[in-house]
């Protein structure tokens, strides 16, 4: 059962199947909490919001709309969901809310190690480096090789057209070659 497509599965959580809704939150759990710790920063937050957007998609499973690819729809609700906690946690403590449109994504140095210890070096610099770009960069840079979205897939989370994400990420891919070239002719 927990090899049924995006679209049959979703079928079937719109129904009120509970084994459906218990693979969709084992499949999406893992990768929507680590987008979630990137946006907000704070674990307690991430869980709870994750916890809550759950429950709340099952309470609401009569109202979604039907979908051939879950992902992107999960990612983009998500994100919706957790800016909209932070924003109302933070009024409370008097801290800037966060832009809906742009969220700043930190990377480490450990997202990028591979099994060659050769690439260690390369994976710090390249995390230094994504971490020098622009929100949005960044953000396009993690749904893409972080959660292996396609461009629309993409667009659709961020809320952005197609072409933006194309734009953006050849804008965030030119500069991490630019930053790159600079870091080779200081280490000669």
């Excluded at 999406?28 to 979630?36: C, E, I, Q, T, V």
């Excluded at 499973?61 to 999960?74: F, G, M, T, V």
């Excluded at 030119?174 to 080779?184: A, G, H, T, W």
Aim: proline fraction near 2%.
């Amino acid at each position: 059962m927990s090899n049924l497509s995006d679209e049959i599965l979703w079928k079937s959580i719109k129904k009120g199947d509970l084994k459906s809704f218990s693979i969709l939150f084992k499949r999406f759990y893992p990768s929507l909490h680590s987008y979630g710790l990137k946006i907000s920063r704070d674990e307690t937050l991430t869980e709870d919001a994750l916890q809550d957007f759950f429950v709340y998609i099952y309470e609401h499973k009569e109202n979604l709309s039907d979908l051939q690819s879950i992902a992107p729809y999960l990612f983009a609700s998500f994100r919706r969901f957790i800016i909209k906690r932070i924003n109302k946690t933070q009024k409370f403590i008097f801290v800037r809310s966060i832009d809906a449109n742009i969220v700043d994504i930190s990377f480490t140095p450990e997202e990028f190690i591979t099994k060659q210890e050769s690439l260690t070096f390369r994976n710090k610099n390249l995390a230094k480096l994504i971490n020098q770009l622009p929100k949005r960069q960044k953000e396009v840079i993690y749904l893409k090789f972080n959660c292996n979205f396609k461009v629309n897939e993409i667009a659709e989370t961020m809320g952005i057209n197609y072409q933006s994400v194309i734009n953006t990420l050849h804008k965030a891919i030119k500069n991490l070659r630019n930053e790159e070239e600079i870091l080779k002719l200081l280490n000669s």
